[in-house]
């Protein structure tokens, strides 16, 4: 994986526009000191959908939550975009405009307009995700804790499951042909538009995650152009309905939910990951 300086404008302009996974080790995005005791001292009232660990979606105080988490109870937070709305102004988002050369696309518009541009992952031990792939781009900042990543770009004719969830494609890990990297309190990735990631968590962490769209070029040539066409032409509504939905469970579902309405492969593939 290719690691980034911070201080040298010409090698992040370089590294953003290859278009390639890259790490800032230290990016100095946390400007507040933002922490898990911090979440707990000041948003411990706030109301969130946890992923429990009978792996179904429930309401609870953030504080409560995090109480269960710090005995080792497996609570998590998926792609969490109110708690991520509200920590924004924690985070320089000047240099992350910057960083994606202050860029903007209909897509970041629309995430705006759903309040999902913003998120928090919060894992803890023996927490593992799908294999997946999605148009947006993310910059994935480590707030606290340890994570490890995966990441490949793989084609979209071998992609295992197109329309498994409502926006994002799913394959099979095959840790052969994935960078792996472990990010730490301050450290930055890059994930580029449609390229393959999946996590592991050892220990209780979480990050601040920045989505937004890529220039229309960047769709329309290589290896995202049959990803991009096939959201095109069969998944539009699906991604206007997960940006504007209230309740980010429509995104990734959970175990019930499942249950009533996947095939047994679909089953299997998710009880192999996780159910997350
Ligand atoms: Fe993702």
Request: hydrophobic letters at 35%.
């Amino acid at each position: 994986m290719k690691k980034v300086d911070r201080q040298n404008p010409k090698e992040l302009k370089q590294a953003f526009k290859s278009k390639q996974p890259f790490v800032i080790k230290n990016s100095g995005v946390n400007l507040e000191g933002v922490s898990i005791d911090f979440l707990r001292k000041h948003f411990s009232d706030y109301k969130t959908h946890t992923f429990n660990p009978e792996c179904t979606s429930e309401t609870m105080r953030l504080g409560r939550m995090l109480e269960k988490v710090l005995k080792g109870g497996k609570y998590r937070l998926r792609s969490e975009p109110g708690l991520g709305k509200r920590l924004r102004r924690f985070f320089d988002q000047d240099f992350l405009d910057k960083l994606r050369l202050n860029q903007s696309s209909m897509l970041d518009h629309l995430l705006w307009l759903g309040g999902k541009n913003h998120t928090v992952f919060l894992s803890t031990p023996g927490c593992e995700m799908t294999k997946h792939c999605h148009i947006t781009s993310g910059f994935i900042m480590q707030v606290d804790g340890k994570k490890t990543w995966y990441i490949s770009n793989e084609s979209f004719y071998e992609t295992k499951f197109r329309r498994l969830y409502p926006y994002v494609f799913l394959t099979e890990k095959n840790k052969k042909r994935e960078y792996k990297v472990t990010l730490e309190p301050g450290d930055l990735l890059y994930i580029p538009s449609y390229w393959f990631h999946y996590t592991e968590s050892d220990e209780v962490n979480f990050s601040f995650n920045f989505f937004f769209g890529e220039k229309a070029w960047v769709y329309l040539r290589g290896f995202r152009r049959p990803f991009f066409l096939y959201d095109l032409f069969t998944k539009q509504l699906g991604l206007l309905q997960l940006v504007l939905s209230p309740a980010i469970e429509y995104g990734f579902g959970d175990k019930p939910l499942w249950e009533k309405t996947k095939t047994a492969a679909e089953l299997a593939y998710l009880e192999r990951c996780d159910y997350s």
